[in-house]
């Protein structure tokens, strides 16, 4: 026995749309800077990590991509995970597209601010000097979004 033509054309339409809500990332960095959100930062921070390899043709086997990995699936800090979503989004242009397209007009050119202060400052002092910390980056990417 089959299922009706209608059952099928329901979950059609239902798969459709949770591919286009997976592609639909409003407010991300609000939602990301909630205690309450860490897991699914984690499981974003996957994600993009594998967007990034696909990017930039970084093998997944990579000692570098296999350590992030473990990373992640370790008990780390909200902080802690916090630094590597902000990171990784520096160097993600999939999600960055994403962002984009989800966003209204006006929270376009905030997030545009935000990516730039990201790129051209944020990231580059915390990766340069020793005296940064997770905390003290996430302190500062929270401080920069609120202003963007």
Same mark, same amino acid.
């Given at each position: 026995?089959?299922?009706? /033509?209608?059952?099928?054309?329901?979950?059609?339409? *239902?798969? #459709?749309? %949770?591919?286009?809500?997976?592609?639909?990332?409003?407010?991300?960095?609000?939602?990301?800077?909630?205690?309450?959100?860490?897991?699914? &930062?984690?499981?974003? &921070?996957?994600?993009?990590?594998?967007?990034? &390899?696909?990017?930039?043709? !970084?093998?997944? $086997?990579?000692?570098?991509?296999?350590?992030?990995?473990?990373?992640?699936?370790?008990?780390?800090?909200?902080? $802690?995970?916090?630094? @590597?979503?902000?990171?990784?989004?520096?160097?993600?242009? %999939?999600? *960055?597209?994403?962002?984009?397209?989800?966003? %209204?007009?006006?929270?376009?050119?905030?997030?545009?601010?935000? @990516?730039?202060?990201?790129? *051209?400052?944020?990231? &580059? /002092?915390?990766?340069?000097?020793? $005296?940064? /910390?997770?905390?003290?980056? !996430?302190? #500062?990417?929270?401080? #920069?979004?609120? @202003?963007?």
């Amino acid at each position: 026995m089959s299922i009706p /033509t209608t059952c099928h054309g329901n979950k059609k339409r *239902k798969s #459709a749309n %949770t591919d286009s809500q997976r592609d639909h990332l409003p407010h991300l960095i609000s939602r990301v800077l909630l205690p309450i959100n860490q897991e699914f &930062c984690k499981e974003f &921070c996957s994600q993009s990590l594998q967007n990034v &390899c696909s990017l930039y043709g !970084v093998p997944s $086997e990579h000692p570098t991509v296999l350590a992030i990995e473990e990373c992640l699936a370790s008990d780390m800090s909200s902080t $802690e995970t916090l630094s @590597f979503f902000f990171v990784l989004l520096n160097i993600d242009m %999939t999600v *960055k597209e994403r962002m984009m397209q989800s966003e %209204t007009e006006a929270q376009q050119q905030k997030i545009a601010n935000f @990516f730039m202060n990201l790129r *051209k400052h944020l990231v &580059c /002092t915390y990766m340069s000097q020793q $005296e940064s /910390t997770p905390s003290s980056f !996430v302190h #500062a990417c929270a401080d #920069a979004w609120s @202003f963007a």
